[in-house]
Each structure stands twice: as C-alpha cells, then as structure tokens.
C-alpha cells in the first residue's frame, strides 16, 4: 500500500509558475517510478511527467521545456515544476506511484490557470 498527498496547486495567472509537491507513505525508492498525471473538465486523465527509481524521466510533449519533475529521497517526495503557465493546463493534478506491478494515487490538487 502506498498512500500519496499533493500540495501546491492554486490560482495562477497565465506566464506564472507553480509547484506541486507529493508526498508518499513509503520509501520512494521502493517505488518502481513515480508521475504526475493531469485531468481536465470532459477530458480523460493523462500524463504529466514520470521518474523511474533510478531517476529517468519522461515528459509529455506539452510539458517539455515548460516543467521539472524532481524528487527528495529522504523526504519521500515528488515535485513537479511548471513554468509559463497556460490556460490549458488548468486540470486537477494527481501525483502516481507504481509499487509492486499496481497503481497508487493520491486526491489531486486543482491548478488553474487564468489568462
């Protein structure tokens, strides 16, 4: 079991910058990778940004250059840096985790983006 809190989201005017962070349960290390996801209004959840345990990352297209993920392995957190905020990424933003071949997410935090 692993049990995931974010923190971080708000209101932000378009061109701002946020961070979201996540905390987890348990050692992140333990943890086969961890991701930041996005869900906005009538549209299906999808990838923001993911860390393997051994700290490869991966990035969807419309966060490239724009976002940071990063992790605090002594503080078993996650955090995702997003800069020049648009209007379109405002969405509930859910921190992942895969441990032992199942998904873990936590509640999600509301980023909204103001243009």
């Known amino acids: 079991q692993v049990q995931l809190v974010e923190s971080g989201g708000g209101l932000v005017q378009a061109g701002g910058s946020l961070r979201l962070s996540c905390v987890a349960s348990?050692?992140?290390?333990?943890?086969?990778?961890m991701g930041w996801y996005r869900q906005a209004p009538g549209k299906q959840r999808e990838l923001v940004a993911v860390?393997?345990?051994?700290?490869?990352?991966n990035y969807a297209d419309s966060m490239k250059g724009r976002s940071t993920i990063s992790r605090d392995n002594a503080k078993n957190m996650v955090y995702l840096q997003m800069n020049s905020l648009k209007a379109e990424d405002t969405a509930v933003y859910y921190c992942?985790?895969?441990?032992?071949?199942?998904?873990?997410w936590g509640q999600g935090t509301q980023v909204t983006v103001s243009s």
């Open positions: 992942n985790a895969q441990y032992e071949l199942k998904d873990y």
């Open positions: 348990r050692s992140i290390l333990s943890l086969n990778r």
């Open positions: 860390i393997s345990r051994l700290g490869a990352t």
